[in-house]
């Protein structure tokens, strides 16, 4: 089992930027894919990114292609989101996810196990 910490969190002007960071328990993150996903108010939680256990393998939801970046340090047991050029549609609480699945899933239900969210705030 593994237990998920997110931070990187804030209120943000348009057009700016902030990078997640979702730190991971235990000695066998490697074993693990990981994706973020992000939930408005009054929405339901959507996909953002995910990243295979190598990190040599990333996948994107439309609205942060270009824009945002998943990356993972195996060593140090973490996943980053990088998000440049955010947007007011953008705010959301956005949590990072891992399962041990051998395919990397773009959906929530393929992820077992979850953080408790970081708020993300754009300005307009």
């Known amino acids: 089992q593994v237990q998920l910490v997110e931070s990187g969190g804030g209120l943000v002007q348009a057009g700016g930027s902030l990078r997640l960071s979702c730190a991971a328990s235990?000695?066998?993150?490697?074993?693990?894919?990981m994706g973020w996903f992000r939930q408005a108010p009054g929405k339901e939680r959507e996909f953002v990114a995910a990243?295979?256990?190598?990190?040599?393998?990333?996948y994107y939801a439309d609205s942060a292609k270009g824009r945002f970046t998943i990356s993972r340090d195996n060593a140090k047991n973490t996943v980053y989101l990088q998000m440049n050029s955010l947007k007011p549609e953008d705010t959301a609480v956005y949590y990072c996810?891992?399962?041990?699945?051998?395919?990397?899933?773009?959906?929530?239900?393929?992820?077992?196990?979850w953080g408790q969210g970081t708020q993300v705030t754009v300005s307009s």
């Open positions: 996810a891992a399962d041990r699945s051998w395919s990397v899933p773009q959906t929530d239900g393929g992820y077992a196990y």
């Open positions: 990243i295979n256990k190598s990190g040599g393998t990333t």
């Open positions: 235990g000695r066998t993150f490697s074993t693990y894919v």
